[in-house]
């Protein structure tokens, strides 16, 4: 009998041991991708021809979807055509803000749809040589026309990687620097800089697909 009741015991501790591994191996469900396009992103400076360049930085955050006048929580901040991320160190700019965080970016070749995967081996911040995304007609996500248009227009097929603030990831494709995203726009007439872009967040933590 007292061989019969260890034998019990032995499978109940058992089954409860099993049970409780089920229930700690079931893993919450993922948050959906966050698809979202930002409309008039307004981010001017004051200067920028013949007097330096000045101004505060709309700071945006991926996480809230939204524009932030936080001096920490944020990931990325544009002015002008200077697009800064809240990680590495300050580049020497006029009124840029502090960094404070580890977000990162890097820009990669392809349409919003086909970057599925981050590589986070080429993520690079802001340093005191200027940003990780190149200043300059050419350099980093747009081009300058020059005379007679004066024309800002996004490089076709460059999307933005951003690893955020919290350590999660978003990418994203700028679709105008004008006010209402023209589809022709006037660079003698149109109002400048209005961001258009369309982004998607990975709101999962240690998630690196889109």
Request: glycine fraction near 8%; charge should be negative.
């Amino acid at each position: 009998m007292m061989n019969i009741f260890k034998s019990l015991t032995a499978v109940s501790l058992v089954l409860a041991l099993s049970s409780c591994s089920s229930d700690d191996d079931t893993a919450a469900p993922l948050e959906e991708l966050e698809s979202e396009t930002v409309t008039n992103l307004y981010a001017p400076e004051i200067g920028g021809r013949v007097e330096p360049s000045s101004g505060d930085f709309t700071k945006f955050d991926f996480e809230t979807g939204s524009e932030t006048t936080s001096e920490t929580d944020w990931d990325v901040a544009f002015r002008s055509t200077t697009i800064l991320v809240n990680g590495g160190s300050k580049t020497g700019i006029t009124d840029e803000p502090e960094r404070t965080a580890d977000a990162a970016v890097y820009i990669a070749s392809g349409t919003l749809a086909s970057i599925t995967e981050v590589d986070t081996s080429l993520f690079a911040q802001d340093t005191t040589e200027g940003p990780a995304i190149a200043i300059g007609s050419g350099n980093g996500w747009y081009n300058y026309t020059g005379e007679p248009y004066h024309l800002i227009k996004p490089i076709p097929g460059t999307i933005l990687v951003f690893r955020t603030s919290e350590g999660k990831y978003a990418k994203v494709e700028i679709l105008s620097y004008y006010e209402n995203a023209p589809e022709e726009p006037d660079g003698l007439s149109d109002a400048t800089p209005y961001y258009t872009f369309d982004y998607v967040y990975q709101p999962n933590e240690g998630i690196t697909t889109f």
